[in-house]
């Protein structure tokens, strides 16, 4: 059969460029023959919004609310690894109780985004009683959040060399109490996907990804943990108060979208023990010593990461002296996460692509902050080589010295 | 088999008696957390005018309008630009002259157009050239921060006793008023530096060095 005769025999059908669940601008072309899945092209790259232009733009403390609002769900990932980076640009440490409240920011943020997912994943499911369970234990989660930051998402609370509002210890007691009433519901959860039959016979042995793909094709965060690669910046490379309290990653083995979900569920128990443990340590050290008190910011390069509930997100920062970065690179996780769908949707049935596209919790906003395009002809005027000459060119450029950031 | 069915009707029939879980938030009241960060508030007797909170605003949603004829000056929040960092509270001047409201978080309107508040500051301008020196309350503010050293400068001293009501400010001098007064005047940092010149050295020196 000659490839044209192939081509006449393959459905295409479209997911996006308008997710109808995930309500965000990607595009899934699914290639069919009959229900069996055997091409996937993905186009990315709706979402240009120059945030790294801009923050060059902006004042060190001034990008740290940029960057939270490179994404709404990733709004502590986001400036935890900006400051992180800023941080090791001009060797800042800061005190324990802001490495605390960062930890407890972070872990919150983990926990309210994997109820999201697992909302959607029973959604995707077209199981809606998980939907609104998830999200309904959701909402105690973005309570405490609320309590401790001021505001339900946007938290506001990184800042390069510290954090900008202290939890008082009078207010220790209740965010405890709030955190133990959190357990109760996702033992439900851990429950309600171990033995519910439904989840079962619609994830288990769906969207397989071995553990060999995993590694070739760097996969990060939960997806790769649930194929059986320990990994997790949070152990690998401690950094705010990850090393100073009692926590386990987990990893679990089968690859499949139902240990996708395991290894969230057994990770928001985790996260729930960090903030415990960071809420014991708040109590050893002094009320208020919260900031480092940094005045300025030397020329330098640095690099910040942080474990976002997605995976590892990256931010490199370099600055020239003055009280702007000159180039400030951003990577988030579902960059690396979302071609994985290649392997783990191909040779499955068209309704367990839904649930498998959404397994590795693509964050588009997260991912997209560049595309050239030419307005005229719509055209893409630089595909990816493109790029990654252009990239490689300004970093020659600023080794030998020709390019300096103005 | 069964146990799962039977978690979901005692979910059910808990969540029957309960209710629905949301709030009924427009038809009834919602009472956010102390720590909330909501609509910022200028205070009209606190704020100085000064602008700081406009150069640190992430987001630009501060607007510093100077009217150099009227000598006043305008300091507008707009609450559809606004992203409720609290930046503004936290760095002001006098740390009182905006507070982020803990209540009032019900922006929603279909005119943009309404979504600001603002308050007016008068500016004390310079006496030769026109330029804006400072807002008055922020040149009081600075005085009583001073206290007694306040009276080492004019200007600030000047807009003391005319805060009392015992002085006046001439509205602008002519250049050619006599020179060993522009000392006593109320300048702006370049007035000041050039009339300190020319007393000094006189006109001619004056010109050449320009």
Redesign the interface.
């Known amino acids: 059969m000659s490839e044209n005769e192939k081509d006449k025999k393959t459905t295409i059908i479209p997911i996006g460029p308008y997710h109808p669940l995930q309500e965000e601008p990607e595009f899934f072309e699914l290639h069919v023959e009959g229900e069996k899945v055997i091409k996937l092209d993905i186009t990315l790259g709706y979402n240009h919004r120059g945030i790294e232009k801009m923050a060059e733009s902006?004042?060190y403390?001034?990008v740290a609310?940029?960057v939270e609002?490179v994404c709404g769900i990733c709004s502590a990932s986001h400036p935890f690894a900006y400051v992180n980076a800023v941080e090791d640009l001009a060797d800042i440490v800061i005190p324990d109780r802001a490495k605390y409240i960062r930890s407890i920011i972070g872990e919150l943020e983990r926990l309210h985004s994997h109820l999201l997912w697992l909302g959607l994943a029973g959604h995707f499911l077209g199981y809606n009683?998980v939907w609104m369970?998830a999200w309904?234990y959701r909402?105690p989660v973005l309570?405490i959040c609320?309590?401790?930051?001021?505001?339900r998402n946007?938290y506001?609370m990184f800042k390069i060399g510290g954090v900008?509002?202290d939890i008082l210890n009078a207010d220790i007691a209740g965010i405890w109490k709030m955190c133990d009433e959190l357990i109760k519901p996702l033992e439900?959860f851990r429950?309600?996907v171990m033995?519910?039959?439904v989840i079962h016979a619609r994830t288990k042995g769906v969207g397989i990804l071995t553990k060999q793909e995993a590694i070739d094709w760097c996969l990060l965060g939960p997806t790769v943990r649930a194929s059986g690669v320990a990994i997790d910046v949070r152990r690998d490379d401690p950094y705010a108060a990850y090393n100073m309290v009692d926590w386990k990653v987990i990893v679990t083995e089968n690859g499949d979208v139902f240990d996708k979900a395991m290894v969230r569920i057994l990770e928001m128990l985790e996260s729930v023990k960090i903030i415990k443990g960071c809420l014991e340590g708040l109590k050893k050290t002094k009320e208020g010593e919260i900031d480092a008190k940094v005045k300025s910011i030397p020329a330098g390069e640095g690099i910040g990461r942080h474990e976002a509930p997605r995976g590892e997100v990256f931010h490199y920062v370099r600055g020239d002296g003055t009280n702007r970065p000159a180039r400030h690179k951003i990577r988030a996780p579902s960059y690396m996460n979302v071609p994985s769908n290649q392997i783990s949707a191909i040779g499955g049935t068209i309704s367990d692509a839904a649930i498998v596209l959404a397994a590795v919790d693509p964050c588009y906003c997260c991912t997209e902050r560049c595309a050239v395009i030419d307005t005229r002809t719509k055209k893409k005027i630089l595909s990816g080589e493109d790029l990654v000459r252009l990239s490689q060119q300004r970093t020659k450029d600023i080794i030998s010295g020709v390019w300096k950031p103005k | 088999m069964k146990y799962p069915k039977l978690r979901e009707i005692k979910e059910a029939v808990t969540a029957l008696i309960q209710g629905p879980y949301t709030t009924k938030f427009p038809f009834a009241p919602h009472t956010p957390a102390p720590n909330f960060r909501g609509k910022p508030i200028p205070d009209e007797k606190e704020c100085i005018g000064c602008g700081a909170c406009a150069l640190v605003c992430p987001a630009t949603a501060i607007e510093i309008i100077d009217d150099k004829a009227a000598a006043s000056r305008e300091l507008i929040w707009h609450y559809d630009l606004c992203i409720f960092c609290g930046q503004c509270e936290r760095l002001c001047t006098t740390e009182k002259g905006v507070k982020l409201s803990n209540t009032e978080f019900d922006l929603a309107t279909s005119d943009r157009k309404t979504l600001f508040s603002g308050i007016k500051k008068e500016l004390i301008m310079c006496q030769m050239c026109d330029e804006i020196i400072a807002p008055k309350d922020q040149i009081l503010w600075t005085a009583k921060k001073l206290e007694h050293m306040a009276f080492g400068n004019y200007m600030v001293f000047s807009a003391l006793l005319n805060n009392l009501g015992i002085a006046k400010f001439v509205s602008k001098f002519g250049v050619s008023a006599v020179k060993r007064l522009d000392f006593f005047k109320v300048l702006c940092p370049k007035c000041r530096r050039q009339s300190h010149l020319i007393d000094e050295y006189g006109d001619s020196h004056f010109e050449s060095a320009k």
């Open positions: 902006m004042h403390d001034q609310f940029l609002r009683t369970w309904k909402e309570d609320e309590r401790i930051t001021g505001n946007h506001a900008r509002k439900m429950g309600a033995d519910d039959p």
